[in-house]
């Protein structure tokens, strides 16, 4: 099984709509991330969490929420979807001042 | 931030062919990794190099954290290697990865 799992893979959705993200990880580490990649750019980050108590924000955090509800699982929200957000969302985990490891991705699309 | 910027931007080889990606840094990192993203979209993990040089088969990579670069060889390419290949770093003090926009490699029978 794979060690970084992103649910669901692909979502399609409209605008004004809630959508929740979730990634779970088997590898034990302690911090967390999300990105989101654009057509043509590298990844850029929205939010990271270092432990269950932290969460923090990255470089484009607004219109975007998460929840760290265990060591395992970081989720990331939508309040309301706007077609601006169409992209391809990854997760990624890490130990302390180490290598990070990503998720298979989750391409959304909101109309 | 850091701002990470990679060479060449796009690259079309024949099958067999050598090549050599850079990246440039802005500053001091403690975090570089090389990843290559498939067609599918699937980010594979190169490698995991804040300095000095690792191997693996056909494809090595050499940090010079002093000159704030970094360069991905790639040997005897196959059509598989044909992707989006990506340099990200975390410079001293900070989390996430900061991302280049990636090398297009197209390998070509």
């Known amino acids: 099984d794979a060690d970084v799992t ?6 399609i959705t409209k605008t004004g709509k809630r959508i929740m993200l979730e990634c779970s990880q088997t590898k034990g580490h302690d911090r967390m991330y999300w990105y989101r990649q654009d057509p043509g750019l590298g990844l850029r980050l929205i939010y990271y969490s270092f432990d269950v108590k932290d969460i923090n924000k990255g470089e484009i955090s607004d219109g975007y929420s998460v929840s760290r509800q265990a060591q395992a699982k970081f989720s990331l ?5 706007i077609p601006n957000q169409t992209a391809l969302y990854f997760c990624a985990t ?4 180490d290598e990070q490891f990503f998720g298979p991705g989750t391409r959304l699309t909101v109309l | 931030g850091i701002q990470v910027e990679q060479s060449p931007p796009d690259l079309i080889l024949q099958e067999g062919a050598n090549s050599t990606l850079r990246c440039n ?4 990192v403690n975090n570089l990794q090389w990843f290559h993203q498939n067609p599918w979209g699937q980010l594979i993990n190169l490698f ?3 300095s000095g040089t690792k191997q ?3 494809l090595s990579a050499t940090t010079v954290a002093t000159e704030r670069y970094s360069l991905l ?3 005897s ?6 992707g989006v290949y990506f340099c990200a770093a975390v410079r001293g003090g900070a989390d996430g990865l900061t991302f280049g926009k990636g090398t297009h490699l197209i390998i070509q029978p």
Not at chain 2, 77 to 82: E, G, H, L, N, V
């Open chain 2, 25 to 28: 840094f802005s500053d001091s």
């Open chain 2, 48 to 50: 995991y190099i804040p």
């Open chain 2, 56 to 58: 693996n088969g056909r």
């Open chain 1, 94 to 97: 890490s130990v302390v001042g």
């Open chain 1, 77 to 81: 929200s939508l309040e309301s979807a």
């Open chain 1, 6 to 11: 992103q649910t669901p893979r692909n979502r």
């Open chain 2, 73 to 75: 060889y790639i040997s």
């Open chain 2, 77 to 82: 390419s196959q059509t598989t290697d044909s």
